[in-house]
């Protein structure tokens, strides 16, 4: 189990309402619409469910916020973090059209943010119900919030980083020749709640020729001597924040050709971590760990981008990858994990998060990155 080091009120704050409201007025836009999911959670502390009944938080560029919730919901959203903000909820019954009243209440607007994971089946209902307003990502207004992490959700990370690594320290335990991927995986998985983490997210145990299969599921394949075993996880904590790690375990001693390529990796994924500051490139990083590949000769195996950020989403921005030309900042958050891939036979990636500092970069991931032969 892991100790947090940040308060709730400093994970959701409350000021934040009113950061996303001005942002909303700078972007131009007339409001926001934040259905269940990681955008409202992240603007009230608020996981609610999600459901075909509309609850959605609206934040007018001008005018009072306020929380459309299904009646039978009301009493969770009265004893959630978003009862903190002081903003009305409106409670509304089965025969009514909260689409319609979002659309009178907001009156003649010309852009609307939608919440990225918006349900089709709402962001269509909110067309009919304002069918002169433009629609938008609200991923466009939040985006530069979001990516810039707090000392408290940086807090977060670091707790989600120590619960995964505590997963990590118990797999060499798991792993021997005649079990099945979905046999670890199960024990994996019943590790990262008993960790900490509120939900299993993701757990990939690629084994031998699976290992090449960046986003391999579990299967029953039975795991041989001598084989690689490529195990990523990951889980969200009861914070909301997420764990996302990847260690390479060989079940026995490993191909010369295996042990030749991962050293190539461990010296790229050092370089790209090593590289990160404020004020250098997204896509600087991703080129520090591909040029490490490329010139060893593997360039054609390392096939996806260096990593993604990490929050409220195991997958959110900023992106690490060629084209992203954002600057890093203090704040931002997100993967470094490199991989080399022989189809048909192995592959390897080794991933940590690590948060941009205000002169570098700090991993929340502390096992050992050296390839372990169980």
């Not at 909303?24 to 075909?52: C, F, I, K, Q």
């Not at 938080?57 to 969770?76: H, I």
């Not at 195996?301 to 890093?328: C, D, K, Q, W």
């Amino acid at each position: 189990m892991t100790t947090t080091s940040y308060e709730s009120g400093e994970l959701y704050p409350t000021t934040r309402l009113a950061a996303v409201r001005e942002a909303t007025a700078r972007s131009g836009l007339g409001a926001l619409l934040l259905t269940p999911g990681p955008d409202l959670r992240y603007v009230t502390g608020y996981e609610a469910m999600p459901l075909e009944r509309l609850t959605c938080l609206v934040v007018p560029a001008s005018g009072e916020p306020f929380l459309m919730v299904p009646r039978l919901e009301l009493p969770a959203a009265e004893h959630s973090p978003a009862a903190r903000l002081g903003i009305e909820f409106t409670a509304w019954d089965e025969t009514d059209d909260p689409y319609a009243q979002v659309a009178h209440r907001l009156g003649a607007v010309e852009r609307v943010g939608l919440a990225d994971r918006m349900w089709a089946l709402q962001s269509l209902r909110f067309r009919d119900a304002m069918p002169g307003a433009e629609q938008v990502l609200a991923g466009s207004v939040l985006r530069d919030l979001r990516m810039r992490k707090s000392p408290a959700e940086a807090a977060a990370l670091a707790e989600a980083g120590a619960a995964i690594d505590a997963v990590h320290a118990l797999v060499p335990g798991l792993l021997k020749a005649g079990r099945t991927e979905r046999e670890v995986g199960k024990d994996i998985a019943e590790a990262i709640v008993a960790a900490g983490h509120a939900r299993v997210d993701f757990v990939i145990v690629g084994s031998g020729p699976n290992g090449a299969s960046p986003h391999h599921e579990l299967s029953d394949r039975v795991i041989q001597a001598g084989e690689p075993v490529v195990v990523d996880i990951g889980g969200t904590m009861p914070s909301g924040y997420c764990s996302d790690s990847t260690r390479v375990y060989s079940v026995g001693e490993p191909p010369a050709d295996f042990v030749r390529y991962y050293e190539v990796l461990q010296r790229a994924q050092e370089a790209a971590c090593a590289h990160v500051r404020p004020g250098v490139t997204c896509e600087s990083v991703d080129a520090a760990a591909r040029e490490v590949i490329a010139e060893a000769g593997y360039g054609e195996l390392f096939i996806h981008r260096t990593g993604h950020g990490i929050g409220l989403e195991t997958h959110e921005e900023p992106y690490i990858v060629s084209g992203n030309a954002e600057p890093m900042a203090p704040g931002f958050a997100f993967s470094v994990e490199p991989g080399i891939y022989q189809p048909g036979r192995h592959g390897a990636r080794i991933e940590d998060i690590v948060i941009c500092g205000e002169t570098g970069g700090e991993r929340v991931n502390h096992t050992t990155r050296d390839l372990v032969v169980v």
